[in-house]
């Protein structure tokens, strides 16, 4: 079945803790986003990525990092994990162009102690 | 800069009666408005969009969405909730062109149905 794949779905990790969260998608969309999920806050940009080769800020970068070697991988890096970072993060993709709906991967639970 | 606002973080409704939920919008150009839905531990799935054209916009599961640009809004309404409805929904809007789409979401409802 076509679709974004997560993982992983949930993880407690420490405070200063490196941690990458891997994202995969088979359809060949060209864009990837990475959004954060918060009570009350809706979903936040973290980072996107146009095409692959390249990537883009969004509204919440600080903290992490992205790539975007191939058209289906998009991993999201914390370099050093803050409890602030607490959140689902969900990864999507779309087609390029501005009525393309995206298509969201199930998320990951990620809990900063 | 774009905005979205949604009205009521928390709407409840019976089983069979109106459902509406309400978004205003920001943008200093033509939007896009998407909706999007929830379901518990799950990713968004669409619900429908507004591109340009009809401002009425239906969508999957019996909703419809009804652009008012004089309003800046864009609520979305289904005639006779179902259970099935409960769920987040969120509202979203874009301003681009080409390239990747660079939503902005609303903070999110919770709609719950009543038996």
């Known amino acids: 079945i076509a679709g974004i794949t997560q993982a992983p779905t949930s993880q407690i990790l420490a405070a200063g803790r490196r941690m990458t969260l891997r994202c995969t998608q088979d359809?060949?969309?060209?864009?990837m986003y990475w959004y954060r999920q918060d009570l009350g806050l809706g979903l936040r940009l973290i980072h996107y990525?146009?095409?692959?080769?390249?990537?883009g800020k969004g509204e919440v970068p600080d903290g992490y990092s992205v790539s975007r070697a191939n058209t289906d991988d998009f991993p999201l890096t914390l370099a050093s994990a803050v409890p602030s970072q607490t959140s689902v993060y969900f990864c999507a993709s779309s087609l390029s162009g501005g009525n393309s709906p995206l298509h969201f991967g199930n998320g990951t639970r990620l809990t900063v102690t | 800069a774009q905005s979205v606002t949604q009205l009521g973080s928390h709407v409840s409704v019976s089983e069979g009666a109106l459902v509406l939920l309400r978004c205003n919008y920001s943008s200093s150009v033509p939007p896009y408005l998407f909706w999007y839905v929830q379901y518990p531990n799950q990713g968004l799935q669409l619900l429908l969009k507004y591109t340009t054209g009809a401002t009425l916009v239906k969508g999957i599961n019996g909703f419809e969405a009804e652009f008012k640009k004089s309003e800046t809004s864009f609520h979305l309404t289904k005639p006779s909730a179902h259970m099935s409805d409960a769920a987040e929904y969120f509202c979203?809007?874009?301003?681009?062109?080409?390239?990747?789409?660079?939503?902005?979401f609303g903070q999110g409802t919770r709609l719950t149905i009543n038996p």
């Open positions: 990525s146009n095409t692959a080769g390249t990537t």
């Open positions: 979203a809007v874009s301003d681009t062109v080409q390239g990747a789409q660079k939503l902005v």
């Open positions: 359809m060949r969309h060209n864009a």
